[in-house]
Structures are given as C-alpha cells and as structure tokens.
C-alpha cells in the first residue's frame, strides 16, 4: 500500500521489523558492569538486564552490616540498569532516520 508522497506501509513495516531484530540480537549481545561501595559489589548485566554474575569482595561480610550490603547491591544494580538503557538509547537513536533521534 503506498501513501500519498509515495511511501510504501509495507516497506516500512518490514524495515521496523528488521531494526527490531538487529535491537534485540545487540540486547542479547550487550554486557554492562557496575559497582557500588568502591568496587565492595560488582554487577555484570546483559542488555536485555538480566543480572549475569555478582560480586561481593569477601571483606564486605566481615563487618557484619547486611543493610549496607544490600544498599550496595541495589545501587551496583540500579547503575547496571541506567548504563543498559543509555547504551540502548544512543543505538536505538543511531538507527533512526535523521531528525527522528531527538524524539528519545
């Protein structure tokens, strides 16, 4: 179906499907670290921000204070998710059209 201007529904269909392929296979692919507390709490999280490993630096455990750890661990967490979504969002503005980027 083309559109007055000559735009094609269907070629513009086909080519947001294939951008949506290309985010998902740079998802699946990408890895972002954090850390919280000096480097206490380190966190791998892949694209699509599942956690793939966490570190705890033994000497953590030793002082006994669970809380602090656990605001660590969230903190080293929440940055892993924000480094995802910036790194998403700068591949996702570089694919659209010129003009469009800004809309993000």
Not at 51 to 74: C, H, N, Y
């Amino acid at each position: 179906m083309k559109f007055p201007g000559g735009m094609d529904l269907q070629k513009m269909m086909k080519q947001a499907q294939q951008m949506q392929e290309k985010m998902q296979l740079e998802m699946d692919a990408m890895r972002v670290d954090a850390s919280a507390g000096g480097g206490v709490v380190t966190v791998l999280m892949r694209g699509t921000k599942e956690v793939e490993s966490l570190k705890i630096d033994p000497e953590a455990i030793k002082d006994g204070d669970v809380e602090m750890l656990q605001d660590m661990i969230v903190a080293a967490v929440n940055e892993a998710g924000r480094k995802v979504d910036e790194a998403m969002k700068g591949k996702l503005g570089g694919m659209l059209p010129p003009g469009l980027g800004g809309l993000l």
